[in-house]
């Protein structure tokens, strides 16, 4: 059926849905065999401020990374990779204070070391698409440190599940 021309779109995405995409494709970008997360940080008049993924810091060999999630801490990522939402507000080229009531959309909810981050950057809002370690000291002190300090956090909310392609032609 062909769309009147006169008419906007019926089928376009949200402001949510798009900017979790961004996070979603800027995951893409992550070494990390296990886990590949990505945050997008946006200002109140829906501008993207900054995009960042979990990685290697700048300088350390990918080659060289340990990228295992078993073993003895220092052998495993744990000690060593950047969180997405790190690499996002450290990423942010302007003033500090654009990202003050700035919003951050994540794939996986923040862990605490990332809260502390989140707070201290002055981001006041929290959209996650999961939260599959929910239960996990980090995550509960992730949602006191927001809840104690007044950082809203929320699931995105969508109407069904929905895959966007992108084609690179």
Not at 16 to 31: G, I, Q
Not at 112 to 135: F, R, T
């Amino acid at each position: 059926m062909e769309q009147d021309k006169n008419k906007k779109r019926k089928d376009y995405i949200s402001w949510d849905e798009y900017f979790m995409a961004v996070a979603k494709l800027s995951a893409m970008r992550s070494k990390d065999p296990s886990t590949q997360v990505g945050a997008c940080i946006v200002s109140n008049d829906n501008r993207i401020l900054s995009i960042g993924y979990n990685g290697a810091p700048n300088g350390f060999d990918d080659e060289k990374f340990p990228w295992g999630r078993e073993g003895e801490n220092l052998d495993t990522k744990y000690p060593y990779v950047c969180h997405a939402e790190l690499n996002a507000i450290l990423n942010y080229r302007g003033s500090k204070k654009d990202l003050e009531n700035s919003k951050i959309y994540v794939d996986l909810f923040p862990c605490n070391e990332c809260a502390k981050i989140i707070i201290q950057s002055g981001i006041k809002e929290v959209i996650y698409l999961s939260d599959k370690y929910a239960n996990s000291e980090n995550n509960i002190a992730s949602r006191k440190l927001f809840d104690e300090c007044k950082v809203s956090y929320k699931k995105i909310e969508l109407k069904e599940e929905k895959e966007i392609k992108i084609e690179l032609k």
